[in-house]
């Protein structure tokens, strides 16, 4: 007794396949080559607040300080040091993100404060390259805003750095107003002198 099998298989059926196949082998390329360039960056921004420590610190090693400068030495490492615990925060929030696991956590926070402590954490870097930094609110003091203070430090973090990074002379000024009934904006404006 003879037994035929005959296997068949439909080729758009492999065709297909082999389509599905390419589109994700190219979307893993992607990622890796957006992580690899997340990474790159990453490193250069973590790099520009070690650095303003680093010289906070060589500073307060001379002698030749106030009481005064050795204060505001050590509250700018001090702001410039939680400037990089934010950074490496947001590192962490990307990887929550990409996993769907990030949620907002709103709360009530003092929005003029947040601001001009954000704005604070960025004064070394801004006088390392001689930019005019300056931060104000129309708000009244004590302002309360529900959102969530991490998310939205890191969003204007992001901000203030790109500002001073293309800023070459000149000043960066933010603003907090608040506009008619609608909630507060924070506006950032950068002013470049042009030098003749």
Request: net charge neutral; proline share 4%.
């Amino acid at each position: 007794m003879l037994f035929i099998f005959v296997v068949g298989k439909s080729i758009t059926e492999t065709r297909d396949l082999i389509h599905a196949l390419e589109v994700e082998r190219n979307k893993a390329i992607n990622a890796t080559v957006a992580k690899s360039q997340f990474l790159a960056t990453m490193s250069h921004e973590i790099r520009t607040p070690i650095s303003s420590i680093m010289g906070f610190l060589e500073l307060l090693s001379g002698s030749g300080l106030s009481k005064e400068q050795r204060v505001e030495a050590i509250s700018l490492a001090y702001a410039t040091g939680q400037s990089l615990l934010g950074l490496i925060g947001e590192i962490l929030d990307v990887d929550k993100i990409e996993s769907g696991n990030y949620q907002l956590q709103p709360q009530w926070v003092d929005i003029p404060t947040l601001v001009q402590n954000t704005c604070h954490s960025f004064a070394a870097i801004a006088a390392s390259k001689s930019i005019a930094l300056s931060c104000s609110s129309t708000l009244p003091e004590r302002y309360l805003v529900k959102i969530d203070p991490q998310a939205f430090k890191q969003v204007l973090s992001n901000l203030l750095s790109n500002a001073l990074k293309f800023t070459t002379e000149g000043a960066v000024k933010i603003t907090t107003i608040q506009l008619q009934q609608s909630p507060p904006w924070v506006t950032l404006m950068t002013t470049t002198l042009l030098s003749k």
